[in-house]
């Protein structure tokens, strides 16, 4: 009995986030109680949801390493409580296990409100050939970026052609950038 009900319990936590934190709105509690668990009062049932449900957002708004989510869920164990038990806890850390880095790619995903590198590429030509006599065999480094858009698969592709100067210059705004971003996080 303990088994099955921890099973039922990692097919709820599973479900809920599936709702809570994928986006999927088809899972409903309606879907959850008639799957899972169809003998259960509709109040019982309500409150199992609602604990399940502040745990899951504890467990993924702290980003709980498995240590601390074990002594977490130990501690909501042991209140006694009917809608959450040992078993429950198990259920929680085994789906935690499963599916923390799919819900932490998802979150990230999700609240990235602007436009993101993904890829740069680099190569360094020489011209050969050239109207002006100054610019042959002068190095140019040329770079690519790839940048993709919020909450959409394609990405938009930005060719730059650099000098020497011009690329000391980039260098300089990125090292500017490194020590703005070290200060705000030290």
Not at 86 to 102: D, I, P
């Amino acid at each position: 009995a303990k088994m099955a009900e921890s099973k039922l319990y990692f097919g709820l936590v599973n479900g809920l986030a599936k709702r809570l934190f994928l986006g999927d709105a088809s899972i409903t509690n309606e879907f959850l109680k008639k799957e899972l668990y169809a003998e259960m009062s509709d109040e019982s049932f309500e409150q199992l949801v609602s604990t399940a449900e502040k745990i899951l957002n504890n467990v993924v708004t702290n980003d709980m390493d498995f240590q601390k989510l074990e002594r977490f869920l130990a501690a909501q164990a042991s209140k006694k409580s009917e809608h959450f038990t040992e078993e429950h806890g198990k259920a929680v850390l085994k789906f935690w296990k499963s599916q923390r880095t799919k819900i932490q790619d998802f979150i990230s995903e999700s609240s990235c409100w602007q436009n993101k590198l993904v890829e740069t590429s680099w190569r360094v030509d020489v011209k050969t050939k050239s109207r002006q006599l100054e610019e042959l065999n002068t190095p140019v480094a040329l770079l690519e970026l790839k940048i993709a858009k919020p909450g959409n698969k394609s990405s938009d592709v930005v060719r730059l052609e650099m000098d020497k100067a011009s690329l000391a210059g980039l260098l300089q705004h990125v090292e500017d950038i490194e020590k703005q971003l070290k200060a705000i996080t030290a």
